[in-house]
């Protein structure tokens, strides 16, 4: 069983950086692939980015690219966001989660992501 962690969030202002933490325990963390989530009250939840178990692939929303980094330490079982120029349209409670199946690519589809952290609230100010 995988059990996540995540942190790091907070208020900024528009255009601020933050950098989200996930840490895993309780399972082969450097063969799963990662993802990053993100819903607002009232939206449904909309990917943001995922990292191959190796490190070697990435993927972002539109929304995001060019502006988010993610990363992964698997020497430290962490995946990392890294939220640059951020928005008061990324305002929302973030979602680390691992993929359902080790050495899998990551996917854009929640529905296959079966651990989950308990999200971590990110609030940019206008």
């Known amino acids: 069983q995988v059990q996540l962690v995540a942190s790091g969030g907070g208020l900024v202002p528009a255009g601020g950086s933050l950098r989200l933490s996930c840490v895993a325990s309780g399972g082969a963390f450097s063969t799963y692939a990662m993802g990053w989530f993100r819903q607002d009250p009232g939206k449904e939840r909309e990917f943001v980015a995922a990292?191959?178990?190796?490190?070697?692939?990435?993927y972002y929303a539109d929304s995001v690219k060019g502006r988010f980094t993610i990363s992964r330490d698997n020497a430290k079982n962490t995946v990392y966001l890294q939220m640059n120029s951020l928005k008061p349209e990324d305002t929302a409670v973030y979602f680390c989660a691992a993929h359902v199946l080790p050495f899998t690519m990551p996917s854009v589809k929640g529905s296959e992501y079966a651990y989950w952290g308990q999200g971590t609230q990110v609030t940019v100010s206008s």
């Open positions: 990292i191959s178990w190796s490190g070697g692939s990435t």
